[in-house]
């Protein structure tokens, strides 16, 4: 007799549709999130991305199809028992007014919690490591409405991490971050999927970022639908990149990384018949 065979996926959504109210966003929508992967989930405005994101982590219900998160239906769990399994870092959150940074990151501790188990060692520790990591331990006793935007990001990220799941989704996660901030939560999360094993699955705008980072692309197109999926290197050609953004580009090697990186097509200028094109700095002169 053989023992439970362990899912090919632990994060995985089947034949969904996705709808606000009576607005469709997505129908027959099928993607396997593989595991220790950094997923992210790439397409145009309104095509489904945080929708997508959402349905997996249990925050919105399909009005059909399933989100299984370890062989199971995701709406079989408790909700405590989906938290301790996966992370959500959503694209808006608000604190509570008069909040410290140091309490907000130690909720990220409730889905351990127990009537007879309360407030550790284990998850003092947690949440010094999480605030650490993401750079905000200085911030601790500061109220969390007098931070920036972009400390505020980092202090709702520190809250995730301080979950402890091996399973992380981020909505945005560069939101309201200057570039080297970016550059520095994308680090901190390819570094947790390479030497942690974290599985993420982060939304994305940037397809440089995307690619330079992700070991795995969802790409969706307008109306919900995949247009492609697997590798980056596999994924990420011109032709998609037109196809489904509109943008004619040229795809090149990143010279830093290797990844595939997109270059916009330049705009082409009107050369007057018999003549050179006009110089704008010289006309503006002139």
């Keep these: 007799m053989t023992g439970p065979q362990t899912p090919a996926h632990r994060l995985r959504a ?13 129908t027959s929508l099928g993607v396997d999130i593989p595991d220790r992967s950094f997923t992210v989930i790439l397409g145009p405005n309104a095509c489904g991305k945080s929708t997508l994101l959402k349905a997996l982590a249990r925050m919105l219900k ?27 870092l959503p694209q808006s959150s608000n604190a509570p007014g ?34 650490r990591q993401t750079g905000v331990l200085e911030l601790a006793d500061r109220p969390v409405d007098d931070l920036s935007g972009g400390q505020r990001q980092r202090v709702w990220l520190a809250m995730v991490l301080a979950q402890q799941t091996s399973i992380l989704l981020l909505d945005e996660p560069t939101t309201y971050l200057d570039i080297s901030h970016q ?12 030497r942690k094993g974290h599985t993420v ?3 994305l705008h940037d397809l440089n970022q995307a690619c330079r980072y992700a070991t795995h692309l969802v790409v969706l197109r307008a109306g919900g639908t995949v247009a492609a999926e697997g590798p980056p290197a596999d994924v990420m050609t011109a032709e998609l990149v037109e ?38 700095v010289m006309a503006e002169t002139s």
């Design 201 to 203: 699955v982060a939304v």
């Design 14 to 26: 089947e034949d969904l549709t996705l709808a606000y109210d009576q607005r469709t966003v997505a």
């Design 243 to 280: 196809d489904v953004f509109g943008l004619p580009c040229r795809i090149i090697d990143d010279p830093e990384t290797g990844t595939p990186l997109m270059v916009p097509a330049a705009p082409r200028r009107h050369v007057p018949e018999g003549g050179a094109a006009a110089d704008p």
């Design 183 to 194: 550059v520095e939560v994308l680090d901190l999360c390819a570094d947790l999927h390479a």
């Design 98 to 131: 008069g909040i410290t940074v140091g309490d907000l990151v130690a909720r990220g501790r409730y889905p351990h919690q127990r009537l007879l188990k309360q407030w550790s060692a284990e998850d003092e520790d947690a949440v010094t490591e999480a605030m």
């Design 62 to 88: 399909p009005k059909a199809g399933q989100v299984y998160l370890d062989g199971q239906s995701i709406a079989s769990y408790r909700s405590r028992e989906v938290a301790r399994r996966l992370g959500l």
